[in-house]
């Protein structure tokens, strides 16, 4: 049997746009995922909807998967024949353990690959308005890991040679010892007042700073339970924090969302509210599953003199049954309908010219309507709109069981303040999520600030019992994101 290969693929800091393009296509044609606490769910919905995820992330206080079962594991995967993805937080290659990783696979004989990521240690300062290096503070510039295998978990490290060699010092995971870490600082060189700041979930809406000195950024971090996953800083360059910092401005910077989904239409809202420096946890995840094809209807699909497309994934699919079973695409003769503007473009991207179904004539002709089997659920609605009609389901929408452990792990980890509803469909998919999930909906939603886009959603999620408790000026990001950066935070305890 040929054998697969690795990826062993740095996913960056946080912010999902710095993970490179290369760890990104690694990551588009994975056949297997095995990703880490540090790396950001939401470059999983970018894998491939059959793509197998491995949560082998650890946590300070326990192991899911243990160092030398993450090993054997990509060593199976990959004896299977599969591409696998191993999923760093920062670069696999800095305190990643991707040299052990790396050793087991060309033991076995599998061939694999490094893609470096953008480091934690580099990358958050930034975000902090907080260069490495500058000509004026220091051109010298040291990681150092704050925790390693060592007496106590303390580091084993050339203090002197630190304390005295080097501008400035980027200690990783370095909370839980810092009083250790200052104190040697200064016993070898380093003065109690060199400015130190703390950087906690660095480049994400979340990220969280404490600013100190060698000889008081202990006992402050130690008054506010400051914790990892943080950066340490310690140099005279962090005192260009107040006057460099960007991020925090952004309107939405420290703001934990809860965005209700219901497909790809609300991707560009959290997009939006992610480049506005929120941070956008979305739920549920669907996934699109098979459903048997109604033959008859095919076999007679030249009949139809009206055929509306409700989404741009019901193009993709039908085309591709067309291609699969054969058929010539030339039989088609009725005139085609989109449900949206991105339907249509869908469309004219084979060529083909729709209008908006807004515009079909309801007196004549005879109608197919082709999506998804929430079509069943909206047939009323439609033959009240339409009149008579076919229907035919190109899949089912299910939820992805994949995705619960890694929304119940993100919801423990953020401190959500805002619920937000795209629309009415989301408030009931929402509630169907929460139901199959085994969540309650008073732990998900308790101390939220509830938002709708829309009247008609407010009004379906006051009937769902969310308690809402506004909604912006129109239905769109744009107006989401001016409602939210004047709204009070309901922060979830």
Request: aromatic share 8%; charged share 25%; net charge neutral.
């Amino acid at each position: 049997m040929k054998r697969g290969k690795v990826y062993l693929v740095g996913a960056g800091p946080g912010d999902i746009g710095l993970i490179t393009m290369k760890g990104m296509e690694a990551v588009r044609r994975a056949d297997v995922i095995l990703y880490d606490r540090l790396a950001n769910p939401k470059l999983l919905d970018f894998a491939r909807s059959d793509c197998e995820l491995i949560y082998g992330g650890k946590l300070p206080d326990r192991h899911f998967l243990r160092q030398d079962a993450i090993n054997e594991l990509l060593i199976e995967k990959a004896l299977e024949g599969k591409t696998v993805v191993r999923l760093k937080g920062g670069d696999p290659g800095v305190f990643g353990r991707v040299g052990e990783e790396a050793a087991g696979l060309a033991e076995n004989g599998i061939p694999f690959e490094m893609v470096p990521g953008i480091t934690s240690g580099i990358a958050a300062p930034l975000y902090a308005g907080i260069p490495v290096t500058h000509r004026e503070y220091g051109g010298s510039f040291a990681v150092v890991t704050a925790h390693d295998k060592s007496k106590n978990g303390k580091p084993n490290i050339n203090w002197a040679a630190l304390a005295q060699g080097i501008d400035t010092i980027s200690f990783y995971m370095g909370v839980a010892n810092l009083p250790y870490i200052c104190e040697n600082l200064m016993k070898y060189g380093k003065v109690p007042e060199t400015p130190v700041i703390l950087i906690q979930w660095g480049t994400m809406g979340r990220q969280k700073t404490l600013e100190g000195t060698l000889d008081t950024i202990a006992e402050k971090a130690e008054s506010v339970n400051f914790s990892n996953p943080a950066i340490t800083l310690v140099g005279d360059i962090v005192s260009l924090h107040g006057k460099l910092s960007w991020f925090d401005k952004k309107p939405l910077y420290g703001r934990q969302i809860l965005l209700a989904r219901t497909g790809t239409e609300e991707s560009m809202i959290a997009s939006e509210l992610r480049e506005q420096g929120a941070d956008v946890i979305e739920f549920p995840k669907w996934k699109r599953a098979a459903v048997p094809v109604d033959k008859d209807i095919l076999d007679r699909i030249g009949s139809y003199d009206k055929i509306l497309f409700t989404s741009p994934e019901s193009v993709h699919e039908f085309f591709g049954l067309l291609v699969e079973r054969g058929i010539d695409i030339r039989l088609i003769r009725g005139d085609l309908y989109a449900g949206s503007n991105k339907s249509k473009q869908a469309l004219m991207k084979r060529g083909l010219l729709a209008e908006i179904a807004g515009d079909i004539s309801n007196n004549s002709g005879k109608l197919l309507i082709i999506g998804d089997d929430r079509l069943e659920t909206d047939r009323a609605f439609y033959i009240s709109k339409y009149g008579s009609l076919d229907i035919f389901l190109t899949s089912r929408i299910e939820l992805d069981g994949q995705y619960l452990p890694i929304f119940t792990r993100m919801m423990q980890e953020a401190r959500l303040d805002t619920a937000v509803f795209p629309s009415s469909a989301s408030v009931q998919q929402f509630s169907s999520g929460l139901k199959s999930s085994g969540l309650l909906l008073k732990d998900v939603m308790n101390g939220l600030n509830v938002v709708c886009m829309g009247e008609h959603t407010y009004n379906t999620a006051e009937e769902y019992g969310f308690n809402p408790k506004g909604m912006p000026d129109s239905p769109t990001k744009e107006a989401l994101v001016q409602f939210l950066s004047i709204t009070p935070e309901h922060t979830k305890k």
